[in-house]
């Protein structure tokens, strides 16, 4: 029928997708839908609330893909968790807004990407941002920025809790992270990003709930009447014109709905924003990827992109726990993010030197691990930069979590760019199946070793004057499991038995030039097609410093910019 046609059409109601539906919907002469394999989550309150981290986990709204075995890290599977519902996994995740080292957003540029660099994004993230200013109350709390890195105007709420945590906690922090080098960064949103902060979350603070991407670019336009949303229904694939010799054009895309198997029809564009686990097995389903891999599954080939699927890239958490001797009370959002040498001291040279001369042989691995769908020389221009900006540039080389609350003082971290690579494949013709996940996890010996490092550097920290004083027993790992003197082994067994997924996996459908072994070029198009763009957490081609939702808005802002010009004239 009719409602079945649109000039746009959209997979995946999430993070990305629903900034690129507001501001397209905004051309009032063009038709979008969303397709979007969740319901609307606005009244659940494990989405609404701020203090409910984890409520939905293993509820009907998380995808909570499995992985393969992961043999480099203990042989089990993980969890990856991902957000199914109308808002994507904004709905579901830890809501911390911070967004990338300078350096890291201009490597886009310098990797062929024209257009892509920190000045360029940068009026994006404050495009999407209405900053609130904190109150006094919160500023007493250590709520603390500069006016010039936010913006006040857009749909995404930016700020901090409500509750905040009681405001003896800074000073402490800071007296003991600054022993340790680390020095206090007013507000780590303006590219610079190493530091001990009290980071803004994406919190109505007002209403006192989540701001996630329905909330803010959804629900409020949800009545412009070329905006359509198709939830509770699932993309299979692509479907693609007459073959007329030059790039594939996408006229629309076949859904399973509440009423089966039909096809939405798209008359300008088919945009997949399906996450980094889902929109390369939906290329995948379409015909888009390794020869290799769709052959073995029966789906004919519509263009040859090996490496579809590739470079995937996530990192792993681990978490320290001690008994409080304060009770605390609000919603905490202290980070310190140390650099290497920070995290190194004096062994830092030593380390650096150690990766640099494996970065040929992991680079090596990494493409035969892809049966050759990457290519060597490519693999290790990308860990070349990673190297250079850990022990160069010295971005920030782990995110260490602080949490007082109630009678207990946790830590949550994560080395920030890990070298290893994994994939994701689809393992079956059907599209409903779940693809085979494999983020190869510690793959390469440094991100073991960065794994035990922060670790040992955050046992220091709880040991150092003044954070000493707040802190009784180490639940976590506890000495009798980790003695004081443990040695690396020890260390790392621990690790590999309590680590889990960070959540934050990107890559999988890079934006890099085609040489280079991406998938997108800087418009986002899929190579070889004529109306197909991929903007989510896909197509970010390095791991970031920040957590990802401030950037994936920001790129989903771009992305929208982008489109639009070539539309209105
Ligand atoms: P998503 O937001 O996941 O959107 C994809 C959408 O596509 C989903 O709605 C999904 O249901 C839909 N979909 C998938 N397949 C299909 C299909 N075949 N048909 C139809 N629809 C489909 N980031 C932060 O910035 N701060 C944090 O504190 C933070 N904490 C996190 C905690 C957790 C537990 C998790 C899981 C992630 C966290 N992240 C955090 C990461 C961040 O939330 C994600 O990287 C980001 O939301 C991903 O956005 P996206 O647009 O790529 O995909």
Known sequence: GSDSHYDFVIVGGGTSGLVVANRLSELGDVSVAVIEAGDSVLNNHNVSTTTGYGLSFGTAIDWAYQTEDQIYAGGSKQT??????????????????????????????????????????FPYYLKSEQFQVPTADQAARGADYYKSYHGEHGPLKVGWPKFMTNSSVLPILDQTFQQLGVSYNRDINGGSMVGLTVHPDTIDREANVRHDAARAYFWPYENRSNLKIISNTY??????????????????????????????YASKEVILSAGSLKSPAILEHSGIGNPDILKKHGISLKVNISSVGENLQDQTNNGLFYEGKEFWLGLPTFSALPSAEQIYGDDSSTVASRVS?????YA???????????????????LQLQYDLVFKSHVPFAEIVLIPIGHSFSSEYWPLLPFSRGSVHIQSPD??????????YFMFAPDLDAQVGVARFIRKAFETSPLN??????????????????????????????YRSNFHPVGTVSMLSRDKGGA????????????????????????????????????????SDLIKKRYVF
């Not at 950037?551 to 989903?556: G, K, N, P, Q, R």
Request: hydrophobic share 40%.
């Open 80 to 121: 990856m968790r991902a957000g199914k519902a109308i808002g994507g996994t904004s709905t579901i995740n830890g809501m911390s807004y911070t967004r990338a080292q300078k350096v890291q957003i201009d490597s886009w540029e310098k990797f062929g990407n024209k257009g892509w660099n920190w000045d360029s994004l």
């Open 235 to 264: 993309a299979n694939k692509i479907v693609w014109g007459e073959d007329s010799g030059g790039d594939a054009v996408a006229v629309g895309v076949e859904v399973r709905g509440v009423e089966g198997v039909e096809t939405i």
């Open 357 to 361: 001369s494996n970065l040929a042989d």
């Open 364 to 382: 090596k691995n990494v493409s035969v691990a892809s049966n050759g769908a990457v290519q060597e020389a490519n693999v290790l221009a990308a």
């Open 431 to 440: 599209p409903s199946e779940a693809p085979a996940i494999n983020p190869n």
């Open 469 to 498: 004083h707040l802190v009784g027993e180490e639940y976590a790992p506890g000495f009798e499991h980790v003695p004081e003197d443990a040695s690396d082994s020890v260390w790392q067994s621990w690790v590999r038995s309590n």
């Open 520 to 559: 997108v070029g800087p418009d986002l198009k899929v190579y070889g097609t004529k109306n197909v763009r991929v903007i989510d957490a896909s197509v970010v081609p390095f791991q970031l410093c920040g957590h990802l939702t401030s950037t994936l808005y920001a790129i989903a802002e771009r992305a």
